[in-house]
Structure formats: structure tokens, C-alpha cells
């Protein structure tokens, strides 16, 4: 049984908290253990990436992948909400031979902010990154030029103009619903509503939006860093164990945010400007407030 319903992006877009919300309806499955399968992108025994670098090798068999979706069967629609289908190229060619009648969505969040924010997702993580966003995309043209097609790199992300491109050449329009972060943000509740009449289904569905996944920070200190790397596998057993408000709860105090260097973030910016500005055209959507600077 393979998904119907994509959630192809974007990563440091608020798609795990969308994934868990719309997992509330119950026309709706989500498999239970893994939220990014990414068959199509990686195919079988395909190479997994983990903020913007190799993983380690992820073994899915057409089979396996199937067989997450099986207890879905009876649910009207299956969900895969795998990042990699949007900025992997070759992901939209795959769903499209196997699964035609797709629908899918995605959350589109500032390329400048989604790169800075997964920069600091990655510290959470305990990876291994510079101790500057700057330092760290010195390395990022280097991780692009390794393989270009698997998305190594936080600016190849952003470009979305270019990566949603190839799944309009496919599916019509009427397939996609697109999203903006800042209105996700700002109002989850009304963002989830409008997914749910995208997919024709009871519009009187509320779900608990209390919960906030995934939320991107930086280690307070460098003994709290040093120990996410050290026991970053007892964390996630720990993780997985415990309620996800829980969790939210007791790591939120050892984060701070960061603020992006406006001279940094103005260059980064020209970096974005003509896929931004393609984009609006693409989908529908101005998106001039993308190519200010805040105040």
C-alpha cells in the first residue's frame, strides 16, 4: 500500500508539527515510527542526509515502505511527509510513475530564515557544524559540488522556485497546496482547516496545536554541546519515550536563538532574489515581504 498525500516540504518549515497535526484526523494516516521514509528520493539502499550531510546508509525495500503503509488501507488518505521529495531531483519523476493521483502540499518558509534555522536545528542535534552560521556555509558550495542531486548544502534547500518546478512539469495544479510559514506560525489551526478542505474532508475537524515540534536552538553552553554529542543516542532513546510536551518542556531551557547578521542576511538574500521572485508566479503568492529586510 503506498501513500496518496505528500508533504514534500520544506525542511525548517514547520512540517513535523503539520505531519502530527493532520495525523489527528482520522481519515488521515501517518505511520507511526518514521515520519521521513524518503523511498523516493533514495530509493532502495539509498543514502540518508542529516542536516545537509551524508547519514548514514537507509536500506527502505519497495516492500518495507509498502508495509508502512499498510495499516492505512482503510483511511482515505496515506501521508508521506518526507522533506528529501523536494529538494532530491529526482523524487518528483518517482512519485509521478508510481503514485499518478498524488496530491501534495508543502510549507514554504523565507530560504534566508529556513537556512539559518537549520543551521541551529543542527547544533541541537549535536552535530558536528561551525561555530558560525558564516563559517558553516563556507563549507556548504564544497557539499553542493559532491552531489548536487541529493541536496547536500543549507542554501540548496531554499531555492523552491526550482525544486517545485519539476512537480508542476507533472502533476496539475490543482494537486498542490502551498503553504506559507508565517501563516502556519501565526495561526496553525486555520492552516490545518485549509488543508483539510484542500482534501475535501470533514471542515469541522479542530485539531491540538499545543504541541510544537522540532524546534530549532543552540546549546546554552559548550558542556551542554559537548554532552548532546557524547549521549546523543541515549537522548534519543529518551526522546522517543517520553510525551513529546514533555520533552519540549525540559529542553527548551538549554536553547537560546540567535539572531542572523543583517549583513549576512542581505547577502543571502541576493543569493534567493530570482528564484523568490519566480516563485510568486509559480504558486500564486506575493511574496514581497521574502525580499525585505526587517527593521
Known amino acids: 500500500m503506498l501513500p496518496n498525500l505528500f508533504l514534500i516540504g520544506a525542511m525548517k518549515a514547520g512540517t513535523t508539527s503539520l505531519h502530527r497535526y493532520l495525523g489527528q484526523h482520522p481519515e488521515i494516516y501517518i505511520p507511526k515510527l518514521i515520519k521521513e521514509p524518503a523511498f523516493f528520493a533514495f530509493g532502495e539502499g539509498g543514502e540518508s542526509l542529516i542536516a545537509g550531510r551524508p547519514g548514514r546508509p537507509r536500506s527502505m525495500s519497495r516492500a518495507r515502505y509498502e508495509a508502512l503503509y499498510e495499516p492505512g488501507r482503510v483511511h482515505r488518505y496515506r501521508l508521506d511527509s518526507s522533506t528529501a521529495h523536494l529538494r532530491v531531483e529526482r523524487s518528483a519523476t518517482r512519485i509521478r510513475e508510481a503514485v499518478p493521483e498524488a496530491k501534495l502540499m508543502a510549507v514554504l518558509r523565507n530560504p534566508v530564515e529556513r537556512a539559518f534555522s537549520q543551521y541551529q536545528f543542527s547544533h541541537k542535534q549535536a552535530h558536528d557544524v561551525g561555530a558560525t552560521f558564516e563559517a558553516e556555509l563556507a563549507c556548504d558550495a564544497e557539499r553542493a559540488r ?109 536553547l537560546r536563538r540567535e539572531r542572523l547578521d543583517a549583513t549576512l542576511r542581505a547577502r543571502l538574500l541576493d543569493v534567493f532574489r530570482d528564484d523568490i521572485e519566480r516563485l510568486q508566479g509559480l504558486i500564486g503568492r506575493d511574496l514581497s515581504r521574502w525580499l525585505e529586510q526587517p527593521r
Open 146 to 254: 559532491k552531489d548536487e542531486q541529493l541536496g547536500y548544502g543549507y542554501l540548496h534547500h531554499g531555492f523552491y522556485h526550482r525544486h517545485l518546478r519539476r512537480y508542476y512539469d507533472l502533476f496539475p495544479p490543482e494537486r498542490f497546496h502551498i503553504m506559507l510559514y508565517e501563516d502556519f506560525h501565526a495561526d496553525p489551526v486555520a492552516t490545518v482547516r485549509g488543508v483539510i478542505e484542500f482534501l475535501g474532508l470533514n471542515a469541522g475537524f479542530t485539531p491540538d496545536v499545543s504541541q510544537r515540534y522540532n524546534v530549532s536552538g543552540i546549546p546554552r553552553n559548550a558542556a551542554i554541546a559537548s554532552a548532546f554529542r557524547r549521549f546523543r543516542g541515549a537522548k534519543s532513546f529518551v526522546e522517543r519515550r517520553l510525551p513529546p510536551k514533555l520533552v519540549s518542556r525540559l529542553g527548551q531551557p538549554l
